[in-house]
């Protein structure tokens, strides 16, 4: 039988008999057994039953009898798993631990809110393909959520049975007290406030992860005058370009190196519940190349990062943590799989869905090493996400990582770029990302109901039109017809801004070797953006924006979001038109088309500070507006040269 699309993720085994039971909004809950009392008392099981109804729907049927809700323990069960079966003798609810039970309690909740009427006899069997499901949210770049916006996150990838989240940072996004005075521009989290999350989280069974780099990725912390000595090429890392890529590696022989990093991890770690840390040190570009050069020539690159490595997981056990990193190093240097120890989880990652996760997720599980997939939701350096490449990533991730034991399933959301995207772009991704890692093979083919669980419950879209809109808006990018990797053209143009033809295709030949040399994979650039066809779609997109019908508290700006993520889309196409001269038939009509886009952008610059600070502190502002402001003022100036005042 097909499993109703209101269940979601779609659970592992669902029966109905067709028969119905009429609505109640009271519940008579009767556990069985001391564990199974102790597990709805500490779950609040009727109070959160009732909670489910609309209160119109709790008020028209307040007169109805009470359903019986019994509560059974069952020892042999996952700890994550339950069982749902409702008939005539009302609702019956069995899980072996606390969690399994919420997750119980997820799912009728989703059939109560559903089914107002009538309730449908029904027995659910489920339980987890991944143990750990999880959510990477980049804070490290530019974009620090308020305290309430972070538990509304929670909230949300709780309702998706997430179980695990990680709130990334390679700069001062958490206030470390003894290097506060180094970065008084800055409005991280503090202490207090990452206790308060990670209460709030476990509550919701979702285990809260510390993330800090401390290798690779440490450019905020290099770029400061105090800290620029500890950096493998303090100058810059020389490229085979005309070019240097600024330091972001420490020098990872230096002792000083070592103590900045115990000095994050002793103030960072003990606010903290959880029995993981993320160490990141990723891409650790120029490693063994400069300041560590010479133990590189000694010993090997892959050794010199498993020295630091291992003084970094030291640090980690000393909390009481157990390790986890990206296993990027890895894939270039597997001779050093087999020294990882027992307690280090690999997270492996690509980003790109023609890149496969199988040879990688082979390796680890041969080598029995314990990791996660880690693939992303395609939403950073896009504006508005790349939709069937998201998919592609996820599923294959997914996939593979079911098939060679993987231990988890991390979905990650960077903000490279800028991150310009707003929070309603990375829904369907998380959305995907968390079907899919509770059970492959019920949610990896079908979206309708990922389509249903993102208009009804992420978005409360009553149109029901919003989640296919969210598609739509990441798969504008195939429209550039652009080979660029791990972004779209339009991204790639307005940060860079207002150039000469000849300037702009000498820098896109360029794309492809830097690419490569920041591990890509250096696809020959290739471009066919034609703004008419562009600008057909984005009329499209602003009809069907205006005709959601959201009801959550933030409608209003969930719209205005999403319209102003037009407007950087439409800006991006003015400026290839303008630079390209596309439809542009004399210096006139380049003029009053510059005025146009100029006129354009201090609205999308407005419009863009006054969302970011409904829902993200001030700090990182004004870089993520940097390519926005030269952009205008670089119009000004080319305005000023056709006199225009």
């Given at each position: 039988?097909?499993?109703?699309?209101y269940?979601?993720?779609?659970?592992?085994?669902y029966?109905s008999?067709g028969?119905?039971?009429?609505?109640?909004v009271?519940?008579?809950?009767q556990?069985?057994?001391?564990?199974?009392?102790?597990?709805?008392e500490?779950?609040?099981?009727?109070?959160?039953?009732?909670?489910?109804?609309?209160?119109?729907?709790?008020a028209?049927?307040?007169?109805?009898?009470?359903?019986?809700v019994v509560?059974?323990?069952?020892?042999?069960?996952?700890?994550?798993?339950?069982?749902?079966e409702?008939?005539?003798?009302?609702l019956?609810?069995?899980?072996?631990?606390?969690?399994?039970?919420?997750y119980?309690?997820?799912?009728a909740g989703?059939?109560?809110?559903?089914q107002?009427g009538?309730?449908v006899?029904?027995?659910?069997?489920?339980?987890?393909?991944?143990?750990?499901?999880?959510?990477?949210?980049?804070?490290?770049?530019?974009?620090?959520?308020k305290?309430?916006?972070?538990?509304?996150?929670?909230?949300?990838?709780?309702?998706l049975?997430?179980n695990?989240?990680?709130?990334?940072?390679?700069?001062?996004?958490f206030?470390?007290?003894?290097?506060?005075?180094?970065?008084?521009?800055d409005?991280?989290?503090?202490?207090?406030?990452?206790?308060e999350?990670?209460?709030?989280?476990?509550?919701?069974?979702?285990?809260?992860?510390?993330s800090?780099?401390?290798l690779?990725?440490?450019?905020?912390?290099?770029?400061?005058?105090?800290?620029?000595?500890?950096?493998?090429h303090?100058d810059?890392?020389?490229?085979?370009?005309?070019?240097?890529?600024?330091?972001?590696?420490?020098n990872?022989?230096?002792?000083?190196?070592?103590?900045?990093?115990?000095?994050?991890?002793?103030?960072l770690?003990?606010?903290?519940s959880?029995s993981y840390?993320?160490?990141?040190?990723?891409?650790?570009?120029?490693?063994?190349?400069?300041?560590?050069?010479?133990?590189?020539?000694e010993?090997?690159?892959?050794?010199?990062?498993?020295?630091?490595?291992?003084?970094?997981?030291?640090?980690?056990?000393s909390?009481?943590?157990?390790p986890?990193?990206?296993?990027?190093?890895l894939?270039?240097h597997?001779?050093?799989?087999?020294q990882?120890?027992?307690?280090?989880?690999?997270?492996?990652?690509?980003?790109?869905?023609?890149?496969?996760?199988?040879?990688?997720?082979?390796?680890?599980?041969?080598?029995?090493?314990?990791?996660?997939v880690?693939?992303g939701?395609?939403?950073?350096?896009?504006?508005?996400?790349?939709?069937?490449?998201?998919?592609?990533?996820?599923?294959?991730?997914?996939?593979?990582?079911?098939?060679y034991g993987?231990?988890?399933?991390?979905?990650?959301?960077?903000g490279?770029?800028?991150?310009?995207?707003?929070?309603?772009?990375?829904?369907?991704?998380?959305?995907?990302a968390?079907a899919?890692?509770?059970?492959?093979?019920?949610?990896?083919?079908g979206?309708?109901?990922?389509?249903?669980h993102?208009?009804q419950?992420?978005?409360?879209?009553?149109?029901?039109?919003?989640?296919?809109?969210?598609?739509?808006?990441?798969?504008?990018?195939?429209?550039?017809?652009?080979?660029?990797?791990?972004?779209?053209?339009?991204s790639?143009?307005?940060?860079r801004?207002?150039?000469?033809?000849?300037?702009?295709?000498?820098?896109?030949?360029?794309?492809?070797r830097?690419?490569?040399?920041?591990?890509?994979?250096?696809?020959?650039?290739?471009?066919?953006?034609?703004?008419?066809?562009?600008?057909?779609?984005?009329?499209?997109?602003?009809i069907?924006i205006?005709?959601?019908?959201?009801?959550?508290?933030?409608?209003?700006?969930?719209k205005d979001?999403?319209?102003?993520?037009?407007?950087?889309?439409?800006?991006?196409?003015?400026?290839?038109?303008?630079?390209?001269?596309?439809?542009?038939e004399?210096?006139?009509?380049?003029?009053?088309w510059?005025?146009?886009?100029?006129?354009?952008?201090?609205?999308?610059?407005?419009?863009?500070k006054?969302?970011?600070?409904?829902?993200?502190?001030?700090?990182?502002l004004?870089?993520?507006?940097?390519a926005?402001?030269?952009?205008?003022?670089?119009?000004?100036?080319?305005?000023?040269?056709?006199?225009?005042?």
């Amino acid at each position: 039988m097909n499993i109703p699309l209101y269940l979601y993720p779609q659970p592992r085994r669902y029966e109905s008999t067709g028969e119905s039971s009429p609505a109640a909004v009271r519940f008579d809950v009767q556990p069985i057994g001391a564990e199974a009392y102790h597990m709805a008392e500490k779950l609040g099981v009727e109070e959160r039953l009732a909670g489910y109804l609309p209160k119109e729907v709790t008020a028209l049927l307040a007169n109805q009898s009470a359903t019986p809700v019994v509560i059974e323990h069952h020892s042999g069960f996952h700890p994550q798993g339950y069982v749902i079966e409702w008939n005539t003798n009302g609702l019956r609810l069995t899980a072996s631990a606390s969690q399994g039970l919420h997750y119980a309690l997820l799912t009728a909740g989703q059939m109560i809110e559903a089914q107002q009427g009538e309730w449908v006899h029904c027995l659910i069997e489920d339980e987890p393909d991944f143990p750990v499901r999880g959510v990477m949210l980049d804070i490290g770049r530019n974009k620090i959520p308020k305290l309430d916006t972070l538990f509304t996150h929670i909230d949300r990838l709780s309702a998706l049975k997430f179980n695990h989240l990680q709130l990334y940072m390679e700069g001062y996004s958490f206030q470390y007290e003894k290097y506060s005075a180094l970065f008084p521009e800055d409005t991280p989290l503090t202490a207090e406030e990452y206790q308060e999350l990670d209460a709030y989280a476990s509550e919701r069974f979702v285990d809260l992860v510390p993330s800090q780099n401390c290798l690779g990725h440490m450019y905020p912390w290099l770029s400061k005058p105090e800290f620029r000595e500890l950096a493998e090429h303090p100058d810059g890392m020389p490229t085979p370009l005309s070019f240097k890529l600024p330091p972001t590696t420490l020098n990872p022989v230096d002792e000083k190196s070592l103590a900045l990093a115990k000095d994050m991890f002793d103030e960072l770690l003990p606010n903290f519940s959880s029995s993981y840390v993320n160490l990141n040190m990723d891409e650790p570009f120029g490693l063994g190349t400069g300041a560590s050069k010479e133990r590189a020539d000694e010993i090997g690159v892959g050794r010199l990062y498993m020295e630091y490595a291992e003084r970094m997981f030291n640090i980690a056990r000393s909390h009481g943590k157990k390790p986890m990193m990206w296993g990027d190093v890895l894939t270039h240097h597997p001779e050093l799989v087999g020294q990882l120890p027992d307690d280090v989880t690999v997270l492996h990652w690509n980003y790109d869905a023609p890149i496969p996760y199988e040879p990688h997720c082979r390796m680890l599980h041969e080598n029995g090493v314990r990791y996660y997939v880690c693939p992303g939701t395609s939403t950073w350096q896009s504006i508005s996400g790349r939709t069937d490449n998201m998919l592609g990533n996820i599923a294959d991730a997914a996939r593979n990582g079911k098939e060679y034991g993987a231990a988890g399933l991390l979905v990650t959301d960077w903000g490279d770029g800028g991150h310009w995207q707003v929070p309603s772009i990375s829904y369907p991704g998380f959305a995907y990302a968390a079907a899919v890692s509770w059970q492959a093979n019920a949610n990896l083919d079908g979206l309708e109901p990922l389509l249903y669980h993102v208009s009804q419950r992420m978005l409360q879209d009553r149109s029901g039109a919003g989640a296919e809109l969210l598609l739509k808006l990441g798969r504008y990018y195939h429209m550039e017809r652009c080979t660029i990797e791990n972004g779209t053209y339009t991204s790639y143009l307005l940060n860079r801004g207002l150039t000469s033809k000849e300037e702009l295709e000498q820098s896109t030949t360029l794309l492809p070797r830097i690419a490569k040399l920041l591990g890509g994979i250096g696809t020959p650039f290739q471009l066919d953006y034609r703004y008419s066809e562009m600008e057909e779609w984005l009329d499209a997109r602003r009809i069907e924006i205006e005709a959601l019908e959201l009801l959550g508290s933030d409608a209003a700006l969930v719209k205005d979001e999403l319209m102003n993520t037009l407007r950087l889309i439409n800006q991006g196409a003015g400026l290839h038109r303008y630079i390209y001269l596309q439809e542009l038939e004399d210096s006139r009509a380049e003029r009053d088309w510059l005025k146009y886009l100029h006129t354009e952008l201090q609205i999308t610059i407005d419009e863009f500070k006054r969302h970011w600070q409904a829902r993200n502190r001030e700090g990182g502002l004004t870089a993520s507006t940097a390519a926005f402001h030269k952009l205008l003022h670089q119009y000004g100036e080319r305005l000023r040269e056709y006199g225009c005042e």
